[in-house]
């Protein structure tokens, strides 16, 4: 039986490399998912998505719909499994444009493991930072000391032993 030649064999040992890479990446970036059914989704999401439904009803009889994005799957405390986000962003209501979001932002809601919690925001994404997974939101600049339109961002990392996000305000010199 013939020896493979090494160009051979360090071609498929990159292509392994490779393909590995590609899989840690596609688990780490955010996700749109799409639940067809509302019933599909975790019972901490789906209870904010029948509020949702139940306040655009109440308004005028208006109709709601989850649209694409309001559903993400990305990995927001590092250990390679898919977490869940819902963001309200993507909620619309037929009869109040600005039900569910408004100058502050929309709420996300995020969900890791059983461990629930919500932040209203413009914006998030999760970036890696030395060994943590980084929660980045665009938040309201009166978070920040300053008015609507003052840049302000926080950052949030997940502790696994408590099961809670951390972060702090910077102190600056």
Not at 10 to 25: D, E, H, M
Not at 60 to 87: H, I, K, M, P
Request: proline letters at 5%; charged letters at 20%.
């Amino acid at each position: 039986m013939p020896r493979p030649d090494t160009a051979s064999c360090v071609s498929f040992g990159i292509g392994r490399i490779l393909a590995a890479a590609l899989l840690a990446t596609i688990t780490a970036l955010p996700v749109p998912a799409f639940a067809s059914e509302i019933s599909e989704l975790p019972e901490k999401l789906r209870e904010k998505v029948v509020q949702a439904q139940q306040a655009c009803s109440d308004f005028e009889d208006g109709q709601f719909s989850l649209e694409w994005g309001a559903v993400t799957r990305v990995d927001l405390d590092g250990d390679l499994r898919s977490d869940w986000v819902l963001n309200e962003m993507f909620f619309t209501c037929s009869s109040a444009v600005s039900l569910y979001c408004g100058t502050g932002g929309c709420m996300s809601h995020f969900l890791v493991g059983d461990e629930f919690a919500s932040l209203l925001n413009r914006g998030w994404d999760v970036v890696d930072l030395g060994p943590n997974r980084v929660l980045l939101t665009d938040v309201h600049g009166s978070q920040c000391g300053g008015i609507n339109p003052t840049p302000c961002v926080t950052a949030s990392t997940w502790d696994k032993e408590t099961a809670q996000w951390r972060s702090t305000t910077a102190e600056w010199e």
